[in-house]
């Protein structure tokens, strides 16, 4: 595999290459093409001609997105909800009719 490199010497880009490279290559540009094995490389790292290894360049971290997960309510939720309320407010007040009747149920037994 040669590793494609800029005029910086970092890496742009990778190729195979079962012809030679001379063949397929113009003169000038042999230099950006550098064989290696090294299959944890990267586009962004970066090839050192003086020592001919590369330097792993850390990705960077993306930083996610926090996405809000809350619900919002319909309207069709809401009007359902103003349902239930009311539901509860006459079951509250119908409680206390009862309360009120067994009371006077009760009274009227003692006479």
């Known amino acids: 595999m040669y590793a494609i490199l800029d005029d910086a010497d970092i890496v742009i880009g990778f190729e195979l290459r079962d012809i030679p490279l001379c063949d397929l290559v ?7 093409y550098i064989l290696t094995d090294n299959d944890s490389l990267k586009e962004g790292d970066i090839y050192n001609r003086e020592t001919g290894e590369f330097t792993i360049v ?16 319909t309207e069709e939720d809401i009007i359902q909800s103003q349902i239930l309320l009311n539901q509860q407010d006459l079951l ?6 009862d309360e009120v009747l067994a009371a006077i149920l009760l ?4 006479v």
């Open 26 to 32: 113009h003169p000038n540009f042999v230099k950006n």
């Open 92 to 97: 509250i007040a119908q409680q206390s009719q």
């Open 107 to 110: 009274a009227q037994q003692t």
């Open 58 to 73: 850390p990705m960077p971290v993306k930083e996610t997105e926090q996405i809000d997960t809350t619900p919002i309510p």
